[in-house]
């Protein structure tokens, strides 16, 4: 994981246009298996507003969030909607 991390390209914006939410869904995937778990949170919070955001990535970045909400022992976010 670590590898993957320091391969993955740093100026490509983690979330935006063109496909993008994909990739910013795996970052935040990625940074929260190393243990950043903030910096996953940031990522996550900026998909709620990018247009390309399936259903599908959107069920995934709920998921990571609740995981993260779990092990922080924080209320599960998706019942706070």
Same mark, same amino acid.
Request: net charge positive; charged share 20%; aromatic share 4%.
């Given at each position: 994981?670590?590898?993957?991390?320091?391969?993955?390209?740093?100026?490509?914006?983690?979330?935006?246009?063109?496909?993008?939410?994909?990739?910013?869904?795996?970052?935040?995937?990625?940074?929260?298996?190393?243990?950043?778990?903030?910096?996953?949170?940031?990522?996550?919070?900026?998909?709620?507003?990018?247009?390309? %955001?399936?259903?599908?990535?959107?069920?995934?970045?709920?998921?990571?969030?609740?995981?993260?909400?779990? %092990?922080? /022992?924080?209320?599960?976010?998706?019942?706070? /909607?």
């Amino acid at each position: 994981m670590l590898a993957d991390l320091a391969h993955y390209p740093p100026r490509e914006p983690a979330v935006g246009r063109n496909g993008s939410s994909r990739r910013g869904v795996y970052y935040a995937a990625l940074l929260l298996s190393v243990g950043q778990a903030a910096k996953a949170e940031t990522i996550l919070s900026n998909l709620t507003g990018a247009a390309d %955001v399936s259903p599908r990535l959107n069920w995934l970045s709920t998921a990571l969030r609740q995981l993260i909400a779990a %092990v922080r /022992r924080d209320p599960n976010p998706r019942k706070s /909607r």
